[in-house]
């Protein structure tokens, strides 16, 4: 079993800047080093969508949108996952999620982003 809580969402202005944690609980016989992990969004009215991973090995990727503006991270020894926001966009306002992919996939319940002109 795994277990996710997102953290550090808010409300900002275009061009500032928030960093979102993600804090990783699983049984004893499960390491998130072994784990893909991921983030995604939700804006309004629209479908969950991708944000950006990092895989187990370290390699990242990211959404055409928010590459160059976001950076996805991990921290294995403390199980937490970041996703730090630069330069944000009203696009950007939306329901965020972390997930975690070990053999088989978990969610977090969502940490809010408000993003206003």
């Known amino acids: 079993q795994v277990q996710l809580a997102e953290s550090g969402g808010g409300s900002v202005q275009a061009g500032g800047s928030l960093k979102l944690s993600c804090a990783i609980s699983?049984?004893?016989?499960?390491?998130?080093?072994?784990?893909?992990l991921y983030w995604y969004r939700r804006p309004p009215g629209k479908d969950r969508e991708f944000v950006a991973e990092?895989?187990?090995?370290?390699?990242?990727d990211y959404q055409d949108s928010v590459r160059g503006r976001f950076t996805i991270s991990r921290d294995n020894a403390k199980n937490i996952l970041y996703l730090q926001m630069n330069n944000l966009k009203t696009d950007d306002t939306a329901v965020y999620y972390c997930?975690?992919?070990?053999?088989?996939?978990?969610w977090g319940q969502g940490t809010q982003v408000t993003v206003s002109s």
């Open positions: 699983t049984d004893s016989h499960l390491s998130i080093s072994t784990c893909n």
């Open positions: 997930a975690s992919f070990c053999s088989k996939t978990y």
């Open positions: 990092v895989a187990k090995t370290g390699a990242t």
